[in-house]
């Protein structure tokens, strides 16, 4: 992104869009058909994540109910969940943030890759992410997230990542990103 975080970086830009079109890492099911758009906005206090599932395989995404009082989870990722990863410069350290359909949510930080994860801290409530939205109909999901700035470090680059649990095959999950690191 060019210094998300910095003051120079706002006084030249309020605010930075990308939209990305997210595909499968694993095999899907026989007529499973999914496709998922994600956004990433640069806001003032944050960013907000916005991820759009289309098609008829919308309707077999397995989601829990809302929580009325979500909080900090461990290991979202063994149910539907949305992810990002921020790069950290010319560094191998990144942080993980993962936002369940629920208002549960994770952030973490890295090292190196899957290495020296830590919890991030949050002060307080308003510092936490904040699930803004979750919308379904019939083939189509819609989830937003907004994540309030987590470090004053300067974050270089983000990708998008859905992690899908459907009723075509419960015990697996459907992994959708650019591109897979791992």
Not at 161 to 173: C, G, R
Request: glycine content about 8%; overall charge positive; aromatic content about 12%.
């Amino acid at each position: 992104f060019g210094g998300i975080g910095s003051r120079v970086f706002w006084r030249i830009r309020c605010c930075f869009e990308l939209l990305m079109k997210l595909v499968s890492f694993t095999p899907s099911s026989p007529g499973l058909d999914i496709a998922l758009d994600a956004q990433i906005e640069v806001q003032r206090h944050g960013f907000l994540l916005s991820f759009e599932i289309t098609g008829s395989g919308a309707d077999k995404v397995l989601m829990n109910a809302k929580n009325p009082k979500p909080s900090r989870k461990n290991e979202l990722w063994k149910e539907t969940c949305f992810e990002c990863f921020f790069g950290v410069g010319n560094s191998k350290q990144y942080f993980e943030f993962n936002g369940s359909p629920t208002g549960e949510w994770a952030l973490y930080s890295f090292d190196d890759y899957r290495t020296g994860m830590k919890d991030v801290l949050v002060k307080d409530a308003k510092d936490a992410p904040v699930l803004e939205k979750i919308e379904r109909s019939p083939g189509k999901i819609l989830c937003v997230w907004r994540v309030p700035y987590f470090t004053k470090v300067i974050l270089q680059s983000a990708s998008l990542v859905a992690v899908l649990k459907t009723s075509t095959s419960p015990e697996d999950v459907l992994y959708l990103a650019l591109k897979h690191a791992g």
